[in-house]
């Protein structure tokens, strides 16, 4: 069964750190792009950052460029957000995904929450 | 404010039919496929439609896709409670170079 399951979430202060990670099974995980989309409370998707198989084609929304850093380990089939310099305006559930070719997102993980309050 | 606009909210009766729309610009929908995504209460977005009008294996063919031109459509007949759920759609910006989905669409079978 292919599945992703995030951790790392919690309650940060602004300006604070999180690492958040995905930890993949069920498939080859290093074929696969992977992205990660949040979700702010009572809202809709946003998409965040994608990486590829080999990591080395990143991309990020403009509002967590320089902020926030994709990367993976596919030894461990696992996938990580570094969050820094947080702001209230990240505060959300926070999904990985793995894409297909046509930019299908499928499966989600189960989501993990951040709240960035002081 | 999304890039892809959907309307906020749809309802239906049970067993009645309903769409949903996804207008986009030719810099997104209009050369990109569209996906959408079923997210009941509480829990992960599940992929219900990929390639414009391609079902995922369990994906029941009460669902279905279309795309013409700048929109996309999302159908959904003989309606059941439990598809009370956020539809959203997503695709492609080449201009933007990232991906966007659409604001979410309340569906309540009444």
């Known amino acids: 069964e292919v599945q992703l399951v995030e951790s790392g979430g919690g309650l940060v202060q602004p300006g604070g750190s999180l690492r958040l990670s995905c930890a993949a099974s069920?498939?080859?995980?290093?074929?696969?792009?992977m992205h990660w989309v949040r979700q702010p409370p009572g809202k809709g998707l946003v998409w965040v950052s994608r990486?590829?198989?080999?990591?080395?084609?990143?991309a990020y929304a403009d509002s967590v460029k320089g902020r926030f850093t994709i990367s993976r380990d596919n030894a461990k089939n696992t996938l990580y957000l570094q969050m820094n310099s947080l702001g209230v305006e990240d505060t959300a559930v926070y999904y990985c995904a793995r894409v297909g070719r046509d930019l299908q997102f499928d499966p989600w993980g189960q989501g993990t929450l951040v709240t960035v309050s002081s | 404010q999304s890039v892809l606009t959907q309307p906020p909210s749809v309802s239906a009766a049970p067993g009645q039919k309903v769409t949903i729309s996804c207008s986009g610009s030719s810099s997104n929908i209009g050369n990109n496929y569209v996906s959408w995504y079923q997210q009941l209460p509480g829990t992960a977005p599940k992929l219900l439609i990929y390639?414009?009008?391609k079902r995922p294996s369990g994906i029941p063919d009460r669902f279905s896709g279309s795309k013409s031109g700048t929109s996309g459509t999302l159908g959904i007949t003989g309606l059941q409670t439990g598809d009370e759920a956020d539809y959203y759609c997503g695709t492609w910006d080449s201009s933007l170079s990232a991906v966007v989905f659409g604001g979410g669409t309340k569906l309540t079978v009444l």
């Open positions: 069920g498939f080859t995980f290093s074929s696969y792009w």
């Open positions: 990486i590829n198989g080999d990591g080395f084609s990143i």
């Open positions: 390639d414009n009008n």
